[in-house]
């Protein structure tokens, strides 16, 4: 049997909200497999964005285990996290976030550089050609329309071929036209073997999908 690539085991988190505790995640366990596409849907407010987080080593649980490729996440120092996240995962954000300072080329050599890629440029430069940027490469994230700066985001999160993207709301601060262009992207991404967890509104989205997880009231439900 192939072993998940990403496996939660009774997590839960709670925050503390002045003399109440919030239970956005409440024993919540699943697994994904590799190749395989996971989109978590459920209303605002029920621990989508912050299930990804767990997943993303950028939050810790109150309880419970978080692996991810054979890794136990909630063992790992900040350090370690930085670390593993430059190759071992890719993330999306709804809003970009990308560096307002670099060009779209310098936005995804970044984190070539970092991992101490032998050619950033070249990799980055195909990657933003290949999702149709190639006039774009050297203009700044307020020189790109919306589905750009996204697109950009994209080839940012795959620059390292890591073996999982996670997006969060990927198409939530966009048209329905360009949302549609990101819809194909990933839906590529994803028949190239990318195993990808996205948190999404959208039911066009989210129908792209092997298979679709609600959450709601902290817990974890099969549509």
């Given at each position: 049997m192939t072993r998940p690539l990403v496996e939660l085991r009774r997590v839960s988190r709670h925050f503390r909200a002045g003399q109440d505790v919030?239970?956005?995640?409440?024993?919540?366990?699943?697994?994904v497999?590799?190749?395989?596409?996971?989109?978590?849907?459920?209303?605002?407010?029920?621990?989508?964005?912050?299930?990804?987080?767990?997943?993303?080593?950028?939050?810790?649980?109150?309880?419970?285990?978080?692996?991810?490729?054979?890794?136990?996440?909630?063992?790992?120092?900040?350090?370690?996290?930085?670390?593993?996240?430059?190759?071992?995962?890719?993330?999306?954000?709804?809003?970009?976030?990308?560096?307002?300072?670099?060009?779209?080329?310098?936005?995804?050599?970044?984190?070539?550089?970092?991992?101490?890629?032998?050619d950033p440029r070249a990799r980055a430069t195909d990657l933003l050609e290949h999702l149709g940027l190639g006039g774009r490469l050297h203009h700044l994230p307020a020189e790109l329309s919306g589905g750009e700066q996204q697109r950009v985001a994209i080839a940012r999160a795959?620059?390292?071929r890591p073996p999982l993207l996670l997006a969060d709301e990927p198409t939530g601060n966009l048209d329905e036209r360009t949302g549609q262009t990101i819809l194909a992207i990933l839906a590529d991404l994803h028949r190239r073997g990318q195993t990808i967890v996205l948190v999404t509104h959208d039911a066009t989205l989210a129908a792209l999908a092997d298979r679709r997880l609600e959450l709601r009231d902290g817990h974890i439900h099969t549509v």
């Open positions: 919030v239970r956005a995640l409440d024993n919540v366990s699943m697994n497999a590799p190749g395989e596409f996971v989109a978590i849907v459920g209303p605002s407010g029920s621990g989508k964005s912050t299930l990804l987080g767990l997943i993303a080593g950028l939050d810790r649980p109150t309880s419970g285990e978080v692996w991810v490729a054979g890794r136990r996440l909630d063992h790992m120092s900040e350090d370690e996290l930085a670390r593993w996240r430059r190759r071992g995962v890719g993330i999306v954000f709804q809003f970009f976030q990308l560096l307002p300072t670099l060009t779209a080329l310098e936005n995804v050599m970044l984190p070539l550089a970092l991992a101490g890629h032998p795959v620059a390292n």
